[in-house]
């Protein structure tokens, strides 16, 4: 059960990192404009969740310039924390009868 919750967790904030990082993009590439009310809320919804997340990876990165690797960084820990990891504790509790 807690294994499940842990996974959905991180399977919302791998959509979440999604969102910002192709939001980011549009906002770039001024497809849209973060002086649209909904659009700037929506980006600071996102920059609230997601900067807790980035923030000790970016203080060890290197600076790329323009270019921000810290949300990849993330979702290669998720999926790492995600996948083989949950599924080893997942096989411990079952082999353990905890399951």
């Known amino acids: 059960m807690l294994l499940q919750i842990v996974h959905i967790i ?3 904030l791998w959509w979440f990192i999604i969102a910002q990082a ?9 497809v849209i404009n973060t002086h649209n009310q909904f ?3 929506l980006w ?3 920059d609230r969740i997601t900067e807790p997340l980035y923030r ?3 203080r060890i990165m290197p600076d790329f310039g323009g270019l ?12 790492i924390i995600d996948g083989p990891v949950l599924n080893y504790l997942a096989s411990l509790a079952y082999t ?3 399951a």
Do not use: E, H, K, Y
């Open 56 to 58: 000790p990876f970016r």
């Open 44 to 46: 600071t919804v996102l």
């Open 96 to 98: 353990n009868g905890m």
């Open 10 to 12: 991180l399977t919302v």
């Open 39 to 41: 659009v700037g809320q």
């Open 68 to 79: 921000d690797l810290t949300p990849m960084l993330v979702l290669i820990l998720i999926i």
């Open 22 to 30: 192709v939001m980011s993009w549009l906002i770039a590439f001024n």
